[in-house]
């Protein structure tokens, strides 16, 4: 095989992983329901950075950076599939009109960050170094 065929592959798009973040949502028989993730492409990643721009002033000239907050949880929207945390029940009762802060208004910090820390992880965002290390420690 050509080394350029090696990278002919199709993009890794549709993979789904059910994470438990909490013992917190249960099920009718009390058992932990999971999220379900995704994973996005990188194009849909540029989109959500792009969308989550601020600009900011230094000495005073207009500086253009990321929001990581706002990507954060832009990345989060975009990556769960359940629950839905665009429904507007979902909303509703979480006290917001803005999906975007269903999350912050759901979940603990803890559960916040392994949410995220699992989104990353799927979509292949963790740190090469911090995967080679835990490869080697298992």
């Known amino acids: 095989m050509s080394a350029l065929k090696a990278f002919l592959q199709p993009p890794v798009t549709n993979v789904t992983k059910k994470v438990i973040i909490s013992d917190r949502f249960k099920d009718d028989e009390g058992k932990p329901v999971p999220f379900v993730i995704k994973t996005i492409t990188q194009k849909e990643n540029e989109n959500l950075a792009r969308m989550s721009r601020k600009v900011s002033s230094v000495k005073g000239k207009p500086?253009?950076?990321?929001?990581?907050?706002?990507?954060?949880?832009?990345?989060?929207?975009?990556c769960v599939q359940e629950p839905d945390l665009s429904d507007q029940e979902v909303c509703r009762h979480y006290g917001t009109e803005d999906p975007l802060e269903v999350p912050s208004q759901m979940l603990s910090i803890g559960e916040y960050g392994r949410l995220s820390e699992a989104i990353m992880e799927l979509n292949g965002m963790k740190d090469p170094e911090e995967k080679l290390e835990e490869a080697k420690n298992s």
């Open 63 to 78: 500086v253009e950076s990321l929001d990581n907050i706002l990507y954060t949880k832009r990345l989060i929207l975009a």
